[in-house]
């Protein structure tokens, strides 16, 4: 049997790809960026994570913050159980991953998520609301890094669930190329939506 390696062999602590590298800079606010306070609403009225149309969605509603930031909140409902009574995991995951989505406005590009790691610090009751907050932490070349939180109770309640990223800038055709085709021909018959998606329209 070929020996352990020595716990001297690997780094205390990997780098994740989700942390910014030394050559990472904070990135301006956009010019176009929503003032601060402005409701970001739903890019999509469909989507799980923020999507009034959406009978179980999150329904999550963020708030620009004055620099690089961003605000929301989600109330867990019982179609959102893992355990009884309790938050499923993956669903906190999708609400930190729509929060940091929405710093895609205060950058105005389009990005996906690359990667998202999430700790889970304590159990989330059904009926809690968690106040999330999202900011961005770096960017370099198309990766932009960011990193959450979700505290119960209160904006300043203890943390919950705390999440780091690393989004990747992508064109809009990432969106009409790779969706299903009856779901891209409704949002295309969408004047209103094309036109919110059209002031993303930039060369990542
Ligand atoms: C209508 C309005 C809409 C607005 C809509 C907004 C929606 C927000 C919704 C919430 C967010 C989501 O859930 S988004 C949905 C979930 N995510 C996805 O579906 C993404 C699926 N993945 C992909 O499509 C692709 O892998 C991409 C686009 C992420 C990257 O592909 P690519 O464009 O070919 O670029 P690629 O060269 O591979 O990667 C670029 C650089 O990033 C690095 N990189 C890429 N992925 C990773 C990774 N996981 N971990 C580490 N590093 C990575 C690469 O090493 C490279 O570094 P270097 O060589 O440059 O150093």
Same mark, same amino acid.
């Given at each position: 049997?070929?020996?352990?390696? *020595?716990? *001297?062999?690997?780094?205390?602590?990997?780098? *994740?790809?989700?942390?910014?590298?030394?050559?990472?800079?904070?990135?301006?606010?956009?010019?176009?960026?929503?003032?601060?306070?402005?409701?970001?609403?739903?890019?999509?009225?469909?989507?799980?994570?923020?999507?009034?149309?959406?009978?179980?969605?999150?329904?999550?509603?963020?708030?620009?913050?004055?620099?690089?930031?961003?605000?929301?909140?989600?109330?867990?409902?019982?179609?959102?159980?893992?355990?009884?009574?309790?938050?499923?995991?993956?669903?906190?995951?999708?609400?930190?991953?729509?929060?940091?989505?929405?710093?895609?406005?205060?950058?105005?590009?389009?990005?996906?998520?690359?990667?998202?790691?999430?700790?889970?610090?304590?159990?989330?009751?059904?009926?809690?609301?968690?106040?999330?907050?999202?900011?961005?932490?770096?960017?370099?070349?198309?990766?932009?890094?960011?990193?959450?939180? +979700?505290?119960?109770?209160?904006?300043?309640?203890?943390?919950?669930?705390? +999440?780091?990223?690393?989004?990747?800038?992508?064109?809009?055709?990432?969106?009409?190329?790779?969706?299903?085709?009856?779901?891209?021909?409704?949002?295309?018959?969408?004047?209103?939506?094309?036109?919110?998606?059209?002031?993303?329209?930039?060369?990542?």
């Amino acid at each position: 049997m070929p020996a352990a390696p *020595s716990e *001297s062999a690997a780094p205390a602590h990997p780098a *994740s790809p989700a942390t910014p590298p030394p050559e990472a800079v904070l990135p301006p606010r956009a010019p176009e960026a929503p003032a601060p306070g402005t409701r970001l609403g739903s890019h999509y009225e469909h989507c799980f994570g923020c999507g009034p149309q959406h009978p179980a969605g999150l329904r999550i509603d963020a708030v620009a913050g004055t620099g690089l930031d961003v605000t929301a909140e989600f109330t867990v409902r019982p179609e959102h159980q893992g355990g009884p009574g309790l938050a499923h995991g993956g669903l906190l995951t999708t609400a930190m991953d729509e929060t940091l989505g929405t710093l895609n406005w205060l950058l105005h590009v389009p990005a996906v998520t690359g990667r998202l790691e999430t700790d889970f610090l304590s159990p989330v009751p059904v009926g809690s609301t968690l106040h999330l907050r999202a900011w961005i932490t770096g960017a370099h070349g198309r990766k932009i890094y960011s990193a959450a939180e +979700a505290r119960i109770g209160g904006p300043a309640g203890p943390v919950a669930v705390r +999440a780091r990223a690393l989004f990747i800038q992508v064109k809009l055709e990432h969106f009409t190329k790779h969706g299903r085709p009856e779901d891209i021909e409704k949002v295309l018959d969408d004047p209103d939506l094309m036109q919110r998606a059209r002031t993303f329209e930039v060369n990542p």
